[in-house]
């Protein structure tokens, strides 16, 4: 629609540096664990994510914990089934600066309604430690809301 004069090598080569903050961005804290932030907050992105992570764990399988934090204006239930086949273990948190933010419990219970383990956390900071102490060198995701990737991308080099 533009109609700019870009051959393959010049698309390869901007597709190859972009940088999308919030998804699948991922960090190498030095206790071994994976972080991987991503935005998703819906039951399409949750699907999409879901279908990347499952490639990443054929790959190189870890331990998978998912920290989790949604609006109540989300379809928690649809959005946690997406990831029922990882058999990850699921840590609901609040979400800070949010809106409508879902409670922690009533998250626990939909997560575990479809059928994965779940518990709460206070907080952001609370999951992750958590979630380094449960399963050596983890895979850890964070998702359900921008909001909730805002806030662990701003505080990442504190954990």
Not at 106 to 118: C, H, T
Not at 142 to 153: D, K, M, R
Request: glycine share 6%; with cysteine; hydrophobic share 45%.
């Amino acid at each position: 629609a533009l109609k700019l004069d870009l051959d393959d090598e010049a698309i390869a080569k901007g597709l190859e540096s972009v940088r999308w903050p919030g998804r699948m961005q991922t960090f190498y804290p030095d206790n071994g664990a994976q972080i991987i932030v991503d935005g998703a907050h819906n039951p399409h992105a949750a699907k999409a994510l879901a279908d990347s992570l499952a490639h990443l764990q054929h790959r190189d399988p870890r331990p998978l914990i998912i920290i989790a934090g949604l609006q109540q204006t989300k379809d928690a239930s649809r959005f946690f089934a997406a990831f029922k086949g990882l058999k990850p273990e699921v840590i609901c948190v609040p979400v800070p600066n949010a809106p409508h933010p879902m409670t922690s419990d009533a998250m626990q219970r939909v997560a575990q309604g479809v059928g994965l383990r779940a518990n709460t956390a206070t907080d952001i900071h609370t999951a992750l430690n958590n979630a380094v102490r449960k399963e050596k060198e983890p895979r850890i995701l964070v998702c359900g809301s921008l909001y909730l990737a805002g806030t662990i991308l701003a505080q990442i080099g504190k954990f």
